[in-house]
């Protein structure tokens, strides 16, 4: 399976119908207008978007080089005498007019990019549960006040910020996402004022000439009032963009309540905090069957499930869920600075959860926060954005604060209450166990490794990520004495519908430095030079993935190109060497914010590890999960801090 991140393409929803302007005038008795948006962009959101580049169409003879460049580590030469020649026929044959067919569709599809549908499609027809397998985790930094930790203060302070966020988007006056190449130069008023005043057929040049680069939105649409629903073979996302009210949910309990007054502006602080104080101060006993753990299924059981719910009369309550702005996770858990505990908590959860929703946002009983997203409608740029600036809100300038007192005006808060028979009760009942059956099976480690830090390894003139890269590709290496495929996620938002490339970090670089690390026979001079060059080829395809000129994505769409026309599959696609080095037995992916605690996510292979990491100001960090009958996390992670320890020997040497 390929770790991968999706959009709706095909759903025919368009930023623009989807995010109107209104009319601030004609909004009756609004109330202080600062208060209703979380930003007040001069720049409009999707100004952009108009005149960014196409995600280009790799040249087939690169991709072939780069693919045979990706598969020499992992393979003996007489297996790569094989793929070699494979590869090159298919070049000089069959690739060739799939090539020209793949261009010929994505100039009628100017619109998108050559990828999106594909991949789009890719992820909904996946069958297998969406927690661990594909939801990731991001939990926050908290706040530095212990005070506003509180649960049910820090749930309302996350709460009102998330939908200022969603004001200021659906205004279009959030802040368009920008990557200055050189901050100080280019994120300034004057920046915003040149490049708001051009058309947005060039308003993407005009920031380009500044060393800016707008990166695309079309995935922000898909944070609010969306859900993934389970069905028959492929599932379908629905959103409803009108939606008034949040879903909570509270010992596997559901409640809702909107979030608007009768004039469509924000309630206010007061008035949330009271509606989520009557939640948390609800009697209602955890509930006996939650309907939540069925989100846990292979989604064609949980297609049938659903069905039978809403054949049973539960249709309406699942809309209301379906249709809420998003989730916001009540828990009784008490994380107490328990590394193990918070990975395990917001990656798998329990049936106090709602998998299928666009996001949950999590707050547990000691004031612990994150996010468990579904991937289907995009990947971490939209999320990461929106996680950043609901946290600098809240720890910054928060609403809600210990002595604030809840309002009993505007709460409408209902609990939902389902209809459920006996065979969905049986369902619910099964799930538990299958679920808890499964998780029992996860191994989750860390390592915090303060030996190194980021800026140490500029220092040295090497690439922090490539320095954890390698300590990945040394660290399995040492444990199994080979090379696998290996998975690093790269964003090519940078282009109209951009979602990822995987970039391969295990090269003939990392397999030389490994190989002479573990044989003990070289000098720290010459493992420093083999380590530079390292950290140049890394870097090297690194740009080369963001820039769009990757090879994985192009064979993908070439491979579905042949599917779309009805002809054979080329003998390249079912070869024991492309389906080697897609088995991402290693499947990383960075996330490094000031916000951000901890990221992770499960392993995509049985026998896999799932690797989220950071290089941090003040060390290196990795959040690695297994499956107990094939691998151990924690054993990896004692061969990856050994491996940190001989790479920080080499380098300061």
Request: net charge neutral; aromatic share 12%.
């Amino acid at each position: 399976m390929i770790r991968a991140h999706r959009i709706l393409t095909n759903q025919n929803i368009t930023l623009r119908n989807y995010i109107p302007r209104k009319n601030f005038s004609k909004r009756k008795n609004i109330r202080d207008v600062d208060y209703q948006y979380l930003q007040r962009s001069k720049v409009p959101t999707m100004h952009f978007q108009k005149s960014l580049p196409r995600l280009p169409i790799p040249e087939l003879s690169k991709t072939g080089e780069r693919y045979l460049n990706a598969l020499r580590p992992l393979l003996s030469s007489e297996q790569y005498s094989t793929a070699e020649r494979r590869t090159n026929d298919f070049i000089a044959k069959e690739g060739k007019l799939l090539q020209e067919q793949l261009i010929a569709k994505d100039k009628r599809n100017k619109h998108t990019s050559y990828i999106s549908e594909y991949w789009f499609d890719l992820y909904l027809r996946d069958r297998i549960p969406l927690p661990i397998n594909y939801n990731p985790l991001i939990v926050f930094q908290n706040d530095s006040r212990p005070a506003y930790n509180n649960q049910l203060v820090r749930a309302t302070n996350l709460l009102i910020s998330a939908v200022r966020f969603r004001e200021s988007l659906k205004e279009q006056i959030l802040e368009p996402e920008v990557y200055h190449l050189n901050p100080k130069k280019s994120n300034t008023e004057f920046f915003r004022t040149f490049t708001g005043f051009l058309p947005e057929a060039i308003s993407w040049y005009g920031a380009y000439l500044m060393k800016a680069f707008p990166l695309d939105m079309s995935q922000f649409v898909g944070l609010f009032g969306a859900t993934r629903i389970p069905q028959l073979t492929k599932d379908k996302i629905f959103r409803d963009p009108s939606s008034r009210h949040v879903v909570v949910q509270k010992n596997g309990n559901f409640y809702i309540f909107d979030v608007y007054d009768s004039d469509g502006n924000i309630l206010s602080p007061s008035e949330l905090l009271g509606n989520l104080s009557r939640i948390v101060n609800d009697p209602t006993p955890k509930a006996e069957h939650p309907l939540g753990i069925l989100t846990t299924q292979n989604r064609d059981e949980w297609a049938e499930q659903r069905r039978h719910l809403v054949e049973t009369g539960n249709g309406e309550m699942l809309q209301k869920i379906d249709s809420a702005i998003f989730n916001l996770v009540l828990d009784d858990v008490v994380i107490d600075d328990d590394k193990h505990m918070i990975l395990r908590h917001f990656l798998q959860g329990d049936s106090n959860k709602w998998f299928d929703k666009s996001f949950s946002l999590i707050v547990t009983g000691d004031g612990v926060a994150g996010v468990n997203f579904e991937h289907s409608w995009g990947d971490g740029v939209a999320v990461l954005r929106f996680f950043q600036d609901i946290y600098n809100e809240t720890t910054g300038k928060p609403y809600i604060h210990p002595d604030s007192k809840p309002s009993e005006t505007n709460v409408t808060v209902s609990k939902l209450e389902f209809n459920l028979d006996d065979k969905s009760k049986g369902f619910i009942a099964k799930a538990l166990k299958e679920y808890k059956d499964w998780c029992d099976t996860l191994s989750i480690d860390y390592i915090l490794y303060e030996g190194l830090t980021k800026e140490a390894c500029k220092k040295f003139k090497v690439s922090p990520d490539c320095i954890m890269q390698l300590g990945f590709q040394a660290a399995y290496h040492l444990l199994y004495g080979k090379y696998v495929g290996t998975y690093e996620s790269c964003s090519t938002s940078a282009f109209k519908h951009g979602r990822t490339e995987t970039m391969r970090p295990c090269t003939d670089h990392t397999k030389l430095f490994c190989d002479k690390l573990h044989s003990n026979n070289s000098s720290k001079d010459e493992l420093r030079a083999i380590m530079a060059e390292c950290s140049t080829y890394h870097s090297q395809l690194v740009k080369e993935a963001a820039m769009g000129e990757g090879f994985d994505r192009h064979l993908f769409a070439l491979m579905k190109t042949a599917e779309e026309n009805q002809t054979r599959k080329p003998d390249i696609f079912e070869s024991y060497e492309y389906k080697y080095l897609n088995r991402s037995i290693l499947s990383t992916s960075t996330l490094s914010a000031p916000s951000v605690l901890a990221g992770g996510f499960g392993p995509v292979v049985k026998d896999g590890f799932g690797i989220g990491y950071s290089a941090f100001p003040d060390k290196l960090g990795a959040a690695v999960t297994s499956y107990k009958p094939h691998n151990d996390s924690s054993k990896f992670v004692e061969a990856l801090h050994k491996s940190f320890l001989d790479i920080t020997k080499i380098l300061s040497g």
